[in-house]
């Protein structure tokens, strides 16, 4: 497994960059070897729980299908999901670290993992080999509310349709088709440029319930204000699918809520998350004195994590969204 970058590529000199790093860091958790993993497991079981699936059922399997997980984490979603897949069929996980990737021994036999950051360029060796590209909780990732760098990796990975037989179809006759139009013609010659799956938090719109889940909603502002961390594209991550211009149509769109049977799992998770997150703070507060302590955080959560688990207690929790598109053209 090739050495971990340790994410540098997000260290530019300015303090909002580096307030950015060290948020997106607590998600690592540096140096607290097993606490993002049991984050990510916890999180797991609430997707899991809440869409069903781990493919989304309209994604057509079929033998030799070839799957990316990008940001994969512990890997947890493509483990779960390699046993099931029929003959041949491959998935590899990418993350921007290798910290938590799990280790060779732990491989199942059509499932392997490396390093790749899917805010760049796809090297030439990857384009157009997968089927499927599926995407999990990046929401802290993408800056200033630009998710397109991720968009183009993912639509890049995606098998391609073949130039030779789009040009013969227009050679036929069928140009006089808008480009659209024949783009889509020719999947019934072709077959499908491949799937994009996605799920992820909507980070700008916390549900809270209770006066501490306020505070620490309002103290959260000011830890993301001066990273400049924008969440808005979350709630329009169809439409930045659609117009990034790399011909993705969006199947399926969806902006709910969890279920109320899931709602103490995701306050759960949550909580985790915030429980983390305090250790990145005196850090910060260096840069930046508006964000809190960590005493001051520690002491906030205090009486939210005593409220929750009461009758009408506290709550403090993202609502989800998720997305399945199909490529129609090249990218
Ligand atoms: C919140 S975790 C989600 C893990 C996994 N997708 C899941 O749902 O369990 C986000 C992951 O994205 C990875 N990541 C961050 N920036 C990345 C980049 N530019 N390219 C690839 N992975 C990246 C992080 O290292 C981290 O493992």
Not at 3 to 18: I, M, R
Not at 84 to 93: A, F, T
Request: aromatic content about 10%; glycine content about 8%; charged content about 20%.
């Amino acid at each position: 497994m090739s050495s971990a970058k340790n994410a540098t590529y997000l260290l530019k000199q300015d303090g909002a960059e580096a307030c950015r790093h060290e948020t997106f860091h607590f998600f690592q958790s540096r140096g607290c070897a097993n606490r993002a993993p049991r984050r990510l497991a916890s999180q797991h079981l609430v997707w899991q729980l809440h869409t069903g699936y781990s493919l989304h059922p309209k994604i057509e399997v079929r033998d030799g299908m070839t799957i990316a997980d990008l940001g994969t984490g512990t890997g947890i979603w493509a483990l779960q999901l390699a046993p099931s897949l029929l003959p041949n069929s491959k998935i590899v996980g990418y993350d921007i670290s290798d910290a938590h990737l799990p280790h060779k021994e732990y491989w199942p036999s059509n499932a392997e993992f490396g390093v790749l950051d899917s805010m760049k360029d796809v090297p030439e060796s990857l384009e157009g080999q997968f089927d499927v590209v599926h995407i999990r909780m990046w929401a802290y990732i993408p800056r200033e509310n630009d998710p397109s760098p991720l968009i183009r990796h993912a639509a890049k990975l995606l098998s391609k349709l073949k130039k030779s037989i789009l040009y013969f179809v227009s050679f036929l006759g069928f140009i006089q088709f808008k480009i659209d139009s024949w783009t889509k013609l020719t999947i019934l010659f072709t077959g499908p440029g491949g799937y994009l799956q996605w799920e992820d938090a909507r980070f700008g719109s916390f549900v809270t319930r209770g006066d501490a889940a306020c505070e620490i909603r309002n103290m959260l502002d000011r830890v993301h204000l001066p990273s400049k961390l924008d969440f808005q594209w979350l709630e329009e991550l169809d439409q930045h699918v659609q117009s990034a211009g790399v011909g993705f149509e969006v199947l399926d769109a969806q902006y709910g809520t969890w279920a109320p049977h899931l709602r103490p799992l995701a306050i759960s998770n949550t909580m985790l998350a915030m429980q983390n997150l305090g250790a990145a703070l005196d850090g910060l507060k260096q840069k930046f004195p508006s964000i809190p302590s960590q005493a001051e955080w520690l002491n906030s959560l205090e009486p939210l994590d005593a409220s929750i688990g009461k009758l009408c207690g506290g709550q403090l929790y993202w609502p989800p969204v998720t997305l399945l598109a199909r490529k129609y053209s090249q990218a």
